[in-house]
Nanobody, 119 residues
Framework: QVQLVESGGGLVQAGGSLRLSCATS????????MGWYRQAPGKQRELVAI???????NYADSVKARFTLSRDNAKNTVYLQMNSLKPEDTAVYYC?????????????WGQGTQVTVSS
């Protein structure tokens, strides 16, 4: 059974940094795209950053130049380095992956990790 396991959330002051990690577990035949979404209270879930199989990255305009998404292909893990954090970055961050197993191609989500930025 495929799972996405997140770590690295927490409380930080404005201007600070956090690093989120998301590792896959289970039998995976390939990852088509992997990245992070976030959902603030009362708002819809939105894309933060995503990386494709070929290594192309896409960022939300609100995080460009502050957040960096990277991956370790050997570990099937992605990392989101978040710098110059702002109070408006406060949200639950969810890892996302579209990946192939032996029998399916599908979307998978992590359980979410809270990021709180104080002013």
């Amino acid at each position: 059974q495929v799972q996405l396991v997140e770590s690295g959330g927490g409380l930080v002051q404005a201007g600070g940094s956090l690093r989120l990690s998301c590792a896959t577990s289970g039998s995976i035949f390939g990852i088509n795209a992997m990245g992070w979404y976030r959902q603030a209270p009362g708002k819809q879930r939105e894309l933060v950053a995503i990386i494709t199989r070929r290594g192309s990255t896409n960022y939300a305009d609100s995080v460009k130049a502050r957040f960096t998404l990277s991956r370790d292909n050997a570990k099937n893990t992605v990392y989101l380095q978040m710098n110059s954090l702002k109070p408006e970055d406060t949200a639950v961050y969810y890892c996302f992956a579209n990946l192939n197993t032996a029998t399916t191609i599908g979307d998978y989500w992590g359980q979410g990790t809270q990021v709180t930025v104080s002013s």
